[in-house]
């Protein structure tokens, strides 16, 4: 298939369309309405269901019961809109239903601003709701893999029963590039839908879908098979690409649109004389930890490059353990850092490591 000229957050749109997606409830936030704007328009087309709702609580909730019926479902906001979302991602985890969420992240705290932003780290992998659980987060740092995995989440969110959410940034959503789209998918009959959904099938005993367990032995024993099932996901899905990492003694560790500004970073070092690699996660959970912590046995120094305050940063020391040196580099409000800012960081780091 041929490439296309996409916007990120209408091909983000089309690449579920095209994973078989039957509903969407969201509710309009910059800089991802234009997700919005393309499933209003394709949804009634093909017949299936698109509803703006009255807002983000409304949205996840309408997700919520979708899921509960075996529906392939999604919904899309921007950090704020996301915030509002969070007690019912909890509900969604506890009832062990698959359900896609994207957030195209913007500048805050608060409301903030419209620009692109990596504030929402912490929120994504380590706060997603109240109690024990994570969901799978997938980082892309251009369109094209925000079309590949947008369909991946789907299939991940399936496989383990659990919420799946892609976290990209206004800049990833707003930029055009070219693209490819997967081939259409059919929609699931409501005949194949999964045994433990709530379909008012007659003939059998009737399913419950629920978050709510009395007793703490109970809750408890909700919880094991949770943290089994995250372990298993934990062992299996953890996803990152590498730049040049074979002979590099200083690593840049940096995810989405930042990781992309550092292919450039480490092209330019290289062309300086330092041996310069790049680790970009592209599952922020489960967290490449495994991976940065063998080449933190092979490198001096890693310096870790993000849109925000320092968040990701605390899973890379995690993973380094003290095996070399770790600093930070970061820009907030909205302010993209650039290849000519990052360098000097990559070379006051290589004289600290000598």
């Not at 209003?40 to 299936?48: A, C, D, F, I, Y």
């Not at 024990?132 to 590949?148: G, K, R, S, W």
């Not at 940034?169 to 433990?196: H, L, N, T, Y």
């Not at 970009?280 to 930890?289: A, D, E, G, K, V």
């Amino acid at each position: 298939m041929a490439k296309e000229l996409w916007e990120g957050n209408a091909a983000l749109a089309e690449a579920a369309i095209r994973a078989g997606v039957e509903a969407f409830f969201g509710y309009p936030i910059t800089p991802q309405t234009e997700v919005l704007e393309h499933f209003s328009k394709r949804m009634p087309e093909l017949g299936r269901v698109f509803l703006q709702a009255e807002s983000e609580v409304a949205a996840i909730n309408m997700v919520y019961g979708a899921a509960c019926a075996g529906a392939r479902v999604m919904t899309s906001s921007s950090s704020p809109g996301v915030s509002l979302m969070q007690e019912g991602f909890s509900y969604i985890a506890c009832s062990e239903v698959p359900a896609v969420v994207t957030n195209i992240m913007r500048g805050g705290p608060g409301l903030g601003n419209v620009q692109p932003a990596q504030g929402d780290y912490f929120q994504a992998v380590k706060s997603a709701g109240h109690g024990d659980f994570h969901m799978i987060v997938l980082a892309p740092a251009n369109v094209q893999e925000l079309i590949d995995l947008t369909v991946l989440a789907f299939d991940l969110a399936e496989k383990y029963r659990t919420l799946a959410m892609i976290v990209a940034d206004g800049s990833i959503g707003q930029m055009m590039e070219p693209a490819e789209m997967p081939p259409m998918r059919p929609v699931r009959p409501p005949e194949e839908r999964p045994d433990w959904a709530l379909t008012g099938a007659k003939g059998r005993d009737p399913n419950i879908i629920t978050s709510l367990y009395l007793g703490a032995e109970n809750l408890e024993r909700v919880n094991l098979r949770l943290q089994a099932k995250l372990k298993k996901i934990a062992a299996n899905e953890v996803r990152w690409k590498e730049y040049s990492t074979e002979d590099a003694d200083l690593l840049l560790v940096a995810y989405g649109t930042v990781g992309r500004i550092c292919q450039t970073v480490v092209r330019e070092a290289r062309r300086a004389g330092m041996k310069v690699g790049l680790l970009r996660p592209i599952t922020l959970w489960p967290f490449p930890s495994k991976r940065i912590a063998e080449l933190a046995e092979q490198v001096r120094g890693i310096l870790t490059v993000e849109m925000n305050a320092g968040q990701m940063v605390e899973d890379v020391r995690l993973a380094v353990e003290g095996r070399c040196t770790v600093r930070f580099y970061g820009r907030m409000g909205g302010v993209i850092p650039l290849p000519d800012e990052i360098l000097p960081e990559l070379e006051k780091l290589d004289a600290e490591c000598r």
